[in-house]
Each structure stands twice: as structure tokens, then as C-alpha cells.
């Protein structure tokens, strides 16, 4: 019996997805660890770090089955966890009455064409009015989406996906202003070569602002793989994340009256760490007191607003981006196959 339209599609789209997933873990960016449940400890570095994570804190993990889990949001209204399964094109909620449930699908690819790669949304965040805003990776664009947190359905509006009439490489994350500009990296990931796709327009990793009006700017070309990003309390300065191995850096800017990027400098130079465990600088997330928590080598790195270490939420599986709830007194981490919970105090 011949196969439907649909059928059809399907079948491609599960052959590309493991060609994919295949090819990703050839080149280190996934790996396929099921024989290795995730365990975490607590390492101290710096007396400070008592005063953010308790001596009792324990690393749980409340989800798994996933392929590659990131770009983690809390929604406070909702008690709910939002997270992008980027390989398999679907975000899915985590609340603590009812566990990992689909949410939507499709999440960051909408063509009809079949392909592989990392083509569901990334990065997740809530805008001023509530909604859900999305990093898509396969549409490559930053996106809305245009129907309501609790009745989710895969319909969206474009907030931005070119520059200068070239599309972007694929948004990855993102960050909200308290004026209403979102913040935003693109890095070439979600590309199905990377950064030698035929199909990339732009020759350069960007950093860019969408204004409340809707306006793009491009805010600096000169970070390599611009990955995670995030405002430090009072929104004078912000952090990006280079998930470059030959630079693993975390750069901090101040920003000008217009918004703009200046004064960049060196927030953290994790390449001795990187020689020890191979993982680049990720998602970002900063707390109420400035501390930041930022998944590289060897699991979650918690640093001051100075930029030192004060110590990391060492996990044995690799961790992509976490999320506050709770007063920042919850931790989410999103963690390969697995998402893990952190009581901080």
C-alpha cells in the first residue's frame, strides 16, 4: 500500500533525525550517554558560596527521554518549566503535579521539507506581556508565539530573521529588557553544516537587539560563537557566553544610554578548565544578587559579579542552561537526556 503525504514525511523526518543526531555526536556536540545517570555534587571554592547554595543542596533529577534538552524557562504563573528538545523539534512542560509533558510540536521548524540538524527552537523566554518567546533554530529566526501559554499551538510571528536583508544563522538565546528590547545571539549551530552551510548568509556570529518597535540592531560581530546571554541586575551590563573551544571565554559589556554595547572585557577565562573536561561556556542565567550560573566544563559554574569562582554544581553528564524559579531559590538544569533540579536554600 502506497505511503501517504504524511506518512511520508514522518518516516523522512525520523531518518533525518537520526542521520542527525548521528552526526552531532561525531562531532561532540551530542552524545549518547544512557548508561550514564546523571550525579551531582557541590564543590566549594570560595566561603561565599554558602550564602547562595545551602551545605544540604542536592542535585535531583525529575526528567529524562529526552535528546538534547536546553533553553530552560520558569514560568511563575503557571508553576511551570518550559524546555526546548531541540533534536526532536518540541518544546515540553515540567510542573510538579504532573511531571514531562509535550507541549508543542513543532517547535522551531515549520517548513514542510524534511531536515536534520538542530531544527526546534533553543533558547525560551517571556516578554513583557506574558507570551513565550523563541529562539528557532530551523526557521532561524526569533519568534512569537501567537497563541495563549495554555493553549499552546505551533502558530507564529516573526520579530526578527534577517539583518540587512540576509537571514540569520540560527538564534540561540536570548534576553528580555526590562523596556521591552530583546537581546539575542546567533551563532551557526542550528545550521545543518554548521558553519560551513552553503545556505548561511551572514559571515559573522552576531550579537543583536530587536527594540520594543521592532527594530534590529546589530550590537558586536567580534565574539566567535556568541551563545548564552543575560542581564546582571540594574541592566547596565550584560554576559555572553563563547561556546568556542579555542576561545571558552565569558565576556561582560556595559551598556550605553542607547542600549548599546561598550567597554567589553574578559569576565572569565575558562580554558584551564576546558584542558580538564571538554565542554564550552553555554546558557547563561544571572541571580537577583548578581551571581551567575553558567553551564561549561564539568557542570554549572557559579561566579560573582567580579567574575570569580566561587564554586560549581559538578555534574557527570553535560549541562547546556539552566533557569531560576522560586525566588532564585530553584535551580533548573538542563542536562543532555536529563533535566535536573537543584534546591539552592
Given amino acids: 500500500m502506497p505511503m501517504t503525504c504524511a506518512a511520508s514525511f514522518k518516516r523522512s523526518f525520523r531518518i533525518l533525525l537520526l542521520i542527525g543526531l548521528i552526526a552531532c555526536r561525531g562531532a561532540g556536540v551530542y552524545s549518547q550517554t544512557s548508561e550514564t545517570y546523571p550525579k ?19 542535585v535531583e533529577v525529575i526528567a529524562d527521554g529526552f535528546t538534547w534538552v536546553e533553553g530552560p524557562v520558569w514560568i511563575e504563573s ?6 526546548s528538545d531541540v533534536f526532536t523539534n518540541s518544546i515540553y512542560k515540567w510542573t510538579e503535579q504532573e511531571g514531562k509533558q509535550l507541549y508543542l510540536e513543532p517547535s522551531g521548524y515549520t517548513q514542510a521539507k524534511p531536515r536534520a540538524g538542530e531544527l526546534g527552537s533553543n533558547g525560551l523566554a517571556i516578554n513583557l506581556k506574558g507570551q513565550l518567546l523563541l529562539c528557532q533554530h530551523g526557521d532561524r529566526r526569533v519568534a512569537l508565539l501567537n497563541s495563549s501559554i495554555l493553549n499552546p499551538r505551533p502558530t ?6 534577517t539583518y540587512r536583508g540576509k537571514k540569520f544563522n540560527s538564534p540561540n538565546d536570548l534576553a528580555v529588557r526590562s523596556n521591552g528590547d530583546i537581546y539575542f545571539t546567533d551563532p551557526p549551530y542550528g545550521l545543518e553544516k554548521g558553519i560551513d552551510d552553503p545556505l548561511k548568509e551572514i559571515p559573522y556570529q552576531g550579537v543583536y537587539r530587536i527594540s520594543a518597535a521592532g527594530k534590529v540592531t546589530l550590537l558586536t560581530d567580534t565574539i566567535s560563537r556568541p551563545n548564552g546571554i543575560a542581564f546582571f541586575p540594574g541592566e547596565k551590563s550584560l554576559l555572553i557566553a563563547n561556546s568556542d573551544p579555542e576561545k571558552p571565554y565569558w565576556y561582560a559589556y556595559d551598556l550605553n544610554d542607547k542600549g548599546e554595547l561598550v567597554k567589553g572585557r574578559l569576565f ?5 578548565a576546558f584542558q580538564k573536561e571538554p565542554r564550552t561556556p553555554d546558557g547563561i542565567k544571572i541571580d537577583k544578587n548578581g551571581n551567575v550560573f553558567a553551564p561549561g566544563p564539568g557542570g554549572v559554574w557559579i561566579f560573582n559579579e567580579s567574575g570569580d569562582v566561587l564554586g560549581r554544581i559538578k555534574v557527570n553528564v553535560k549541562t547546556s542552561n539552566c533557569a531560576f524559579a ?20
Wanted: hydrophobic share 40%; net charge positive; proline share 2%.
Fill in 40 to 58: 551531582g555534587t557541590i564543590e566549594r571554592v570560595s566561603p561565599e558560596l554558602d550564602a547562595i547554595v545551602s551545605k544540604e543542596a542536592k
Fill in 78 to 83: 503557571q508553576k511551570m518549566l518550559l524546555v
Fill in 156 to 161: 507564529f510571528k516573526t520579530l526578527a530573521a
Fill in 268 to 272: 572569565h577565562d575558562g580554558s584551564r
Fill in 326 to 345: 522560586n525566588n532564585d531559590k530553584t535551580l533548573f538544569i538542563t542536562a543532555e537526556h536529563y533535566l535536573l533540579k537543584v534546591d539552592l536554600r
